[in-house]
């Protein structure tokens, strides 16, 4: 009785410990350019780097999201005609085949009679983290800000993150994105970073 209950204690918390190495885990992928100057928070319009998307109700949801991030750094979303700033937004998304990777940690499990002088053990070794591999989904965001009337890029970032098929639906995937690709805006230029 006592050692089904350690070996099942052992397997609940080697489920955990895997669960903690999937994809989405792993954090977004971030990366900056800028021209080292201040982008003063203004009037802005959104715009697709497909022009074909203009008028789909995904490219407007994906809009919808980075207005909103914009607006927590002081963006005001505006028409075309009132706006001197353009955000020219790409979601791209994809698949692609991840090998499983076997961990350097593993934990021994043993076991030993209770209430008996000698010890009678089994022992069992288990790999912790690690990945298991097959078909993962890529998401990449990329926002580029640019002045309406010379079409300047000021600023652009390309934020990227890996899932599990079915883990996220696609707008929380894109929130996800565009949550970390504004944080500490303007961040700092042509350095990648992974924000959890």
């Excluded at 505006?78 to 994809?94: C, T, Y």
């Excluded at 929380?172 to 690709?181: C, E, K, N």
Aim: charged residues 20%; hydrophobic residues 35%; aromatic residues 6%.
């Amino acid at each position: 009785m006592q050692k089904t209950l350690v070996r099942s204690a052992a397997i609940a918390t080697l489920a955990l410990l895997a669960a903690c190495a999937t994809p989405s885990q792993r954090g977004t992928e971030v990366t900056r350019f800028h021209l080292g100057q201040p982008v003063p928070a203004q009037a802005i319009n959104m715009e697709p780097a497909d022009p074909e998307n203009e008028g789909s109700i995904e490219f407007r949801q994906y809009a919808a999201i980075v207005s909103q991030e914009l607006a927590s750094i002081g963006f005001t979303e505006a028409s075309l005609e009132e706006a001197e700033m353009i955000a020219v937004i790409d979601v791209q998304r994809g698949t692609r085949e991840e090998v499983g990777r076997r961990s350097p940690f593993t934990i021994g499990i043993g076991g030993g009679s209770f209430g008996s002088r000698t010890g009678v053990g089994v022992g069992t070794s288990f790999g912790v983290g690690g990945s298991r591999g097959g078909e993962v989904n890529v998401t990449e965001l990329s926002v580029a800000l640019k002045r309406r009337s010379e079409g300047t890029v000021v600023w652009e970032g390309t934020a990227t993150r890996v899932t599990r098929p079915g883990e996220e639906d696609p707008a929380t995937i894109v929130q996800t994105l565009a949550t970390a690709l504004f944080q500490d805006f303007p961040g700092e230029s042509g350095r990648t970073i992974t924000v959890e």
